[in-house]
């Protein structure tokens, strides 16, 4: 009687185990000391794409890339000795012939006298993870680039603010509000992990400070900037954001701010991305003299050189009573985030 319940304790235990291994998530295989698959559970039969009949019996190297044979002899070497492997990442090949990265652990097999006769190895997919790491370090370094970037941008806007500021409470205040418009830029960055953001969410954000969106238009077609275009062109919404909202559109009851853009076709077939800010307001008689040095500071510089430079193109800035225009024109490769840019796009109003 003890010997048949102590049979059947152990029946139990081996089916427990069997169970254990057939439904867990990770691969687990069975080899033996010649490298020959023994054991093979459905979480195996997932990541590589045999069949349990298709596995077993076959050579453990037909999951190995050809140049990673050596892994093979080194961890059959280390299981003679009763040794293990804790965790190793590596790369494992599918039926298909692609690869998975994952990370094995090896142990000895020993059968009841104690003598090893193979060896357990547990295989987990960490693709997801290894994308993430890549992922991460990409973050960092383009982090890194826009931080150094948005330094030397910052200090150009001290320099010429300075110069044109009367005193300094005039001087901070308009520091203030820059830099408040670069963090604006920089959060949208930030949502999207840096993938970029959208032409009309952009503008949406920068102008928000303003007010009056209700005589503001957008049309175009939808686009996703790249993070040097989202920079620069936010910068260029926020000068002519602050220039209306003194002297413009934004200012009286009758004014309004056209803004489209469209994806055209240049002399040599090359995409151009094509730009206009068109405001038109009630002309004010004081408006040229008064406020000329004011409105060809620090923000004419980002229209006319610092925003077309920086995105190979060029602009033209255009002043009239009552009216405002500023025009963009540059290559679309330099503006959109590849692929995504489309020519064809609904076109909204705000």
Do not use: C
């Amino acid at each position: 009687m003890k010997s048949g319940g102590r049979a059947s304790q152990i029946s139990d235990a081996d089916a427990r185990l069997a169970a254990i291994v057939d439904s867990s998530f990770d691969a687990i295989i069975g080899k033996d000391l010649n490298s020959v698959i023994t054991d093979w559970n459905h979480a195996a039969e997932r990541m590589f794409g045999y069949s349990a009949e298709e596995a077993i019996g076959q050579s453990i190297l037909m999951l190995i890339p050809e140049h990673l044979h050596d892994e093979e002899s080194d961890i059959i070497g280390r299981i003679r000795r009763g040794e293990g492997v804790a965790s190793l990442d590596t790369t494992r090949k599918r039926k298909d012939g692609s690869l998975v990265a994952v990370s094995v652990t090896v142990s000895p097999i020993r059968n009841a006298t104690g003598k090893i006769v193979g060896a357990s190895t547990i295989a987990r997919d960490i693709t997801a993870a290894k994308e993430s790491e890549r992922r991460i370090r990409f973050l960092m370094r383009e982090v890194n680039h826009r931080v150094k970037n948005q330094f030397a941008v910052i200090l150009s806007m001290v320099r010429e603010t300075n110069k044109r500021s009367a005193d300094p409470g005039e001087f901070e205040e308009m520091i203030r509000a820059r830099i408040m418009a670069l963090s604006r830029s920089h959060d949208l960055l930030v949502t999207s992990e840096w993938a970029g953001a959208s032409l009309f969410d952009l503008i949406q954000e920068h102008l928000k400070p303003f007010g009056h969106e209700e005589r503001i238009s957008l049309s175009g077609p939808l686009l996703m900037l790249q993070s040097n275009a989202v920079q620069n062109l936010g910068m260029a919404f926020h000068e002519l954001g602050t220039n209306s909202s003194k002297y413009g559109a934004l200012v009286g009851d009758a004014g309004h701010v056209d803004i489209t853009w469209t994806v055209e076709t240049g002399p040599q077939a090359q995409r151009q991305f094509h730009l206009v800010w068109q405001e038109t307001s009630a002309a004010r008689g004081d408006e040229g003299e008064a406020n000329g040095s004011a409105r060809k500071g620090f923000g004419t510089v980002v229209l006319k050189r610092v925003a077309p430079q920086s995105l190979r193109g060029a602009s033209s800035l255009e002043r009239s009573p009552g009216e405002l225009k500023w025009s963009l024109t540059a290559p679309l490769k330099a503006i959109v985030v590849p692929q995504l840019g489309a020519e064809n796009g609904s076109d909204f109003d705000d």
